[in-house]
Nanobody
Framework: VQLVESGGGLVHPGGSLRLSCAAS????????MGWYRQAPGKQCELVAN???????NYADSVKGRFTISRDNARNTVYLQMNSLKPEDTAVYYC??????????????WGQGTQVTVSS
């Protein structure tokens, strides 16, 4: 399963960005999709994920500012990021967990998209 991300860029503090991640392949079922981020010198952390029928989880640092959503028909997950702060600057990675048609699990990652929040 391949994941292709888009939507990163440079934004001023207080601005907004929307990230997209589309999964492609054949014969797979997605169980969860999410976004992680890694800032320079820091560990990779979960930003938000959406599981099964729509259960969402958020890092405390983004609650109330970021919203994750999913279009099941398009196998696409979105991350709407509002009220962005300089500390949100990082490379954002899309992740997907699921199973292939023959039952084997998969754990796929996107290539990463840079988000920079700076004045």
């Amino acid at each position: 399963v391949q994941l292709v991300e888009s939507g990163g860029g440079l934004v001023h503090p207080g601005g907004s960005l929307r990230l997209s991640c589309a999964a492609s392949g054949s014969g797979f079922r997605i169980n969860a999709m999410g976004w992680y981020r890694q800032a320079p010198g820091k560990q990779c952390e979960l930003v938000a994920n959406i599981i099964g029928g729509g259960i969402t989880n958020y890092a405390d640092s983004v609650k109330g500012r970021f919203t994750i959503s999913r279009d099941n028909a398009r196998n696409t997950v979105y991350l709407q990021m509002n009220s962005l702060k300089p500390e949100d600057t990082a490379v954002y990675y899309c992740n997907s967990l699921g199973t292939m048609g023959w039952g084997a699990p998969f754990n796929s990652w996107g290539q990463g998209t840079q988000v920079t929040v700076s004045s």
